[in-house]
């Protein structure tokens, strides 16, 4: 199984991103996804979540601006990022919860927020 992640890339404070994933395999269930992004020297934290219910939490840092959705095909999902600020610049990475030990990671894609 693998993630693959997209959409990061450069743009200016107060400007939006998509990001997107998606799993490379067809699971039977819906699986709980999540967005977390790293800067060099940090450890990696969580942005936001989505659960096999469709239920989703963010970090305070980023309520009320990103939005964290399933996408169209099964076991994908999106982080809408809007009202950008250098703050946010990191890798964003996603991750699957495969069952309630094993996550797989994402590769990893890089956001970068100029002022």
């Known amino acids: 199984v693998q993630l693959q992640a997209s959409g990061g890339g450069s743009v200016q404070a107060g400007g939006s991103l998509r990001l997107s994933c998606a799993a490379s395999q067809a699971f039977s269930d819906i699986k709980p996804m999540a967005w977390y992004r790293q800067t060099p020297g940090t450890e990696r934290e969580l942005v936001a979540s989505?659960?096999?219910?469709?239920?989703?939490d963010y970090a305070d840092s980023v309520k009320g601006r990103f939005t964290i959705a399933r996408g169209s095909a099964i076991n994908s999902v999106y982080l809408q990022m809007n009202n950008l600020q250098p703050e946010d610049t990191a890798t964003y990475y996603c991750?699957?919860?495969?069952?309630?030990?094993?996550?797989?990671w994402g590769q990893g894609t890089l956001v970068t927020v100029s002022s």
């Open positions: 991750r699957i919860a495969l069952n309630k030990m094993i996550y797989m």
């Open positions: 989505i659960d096999a219910g469709d239920n989703t």
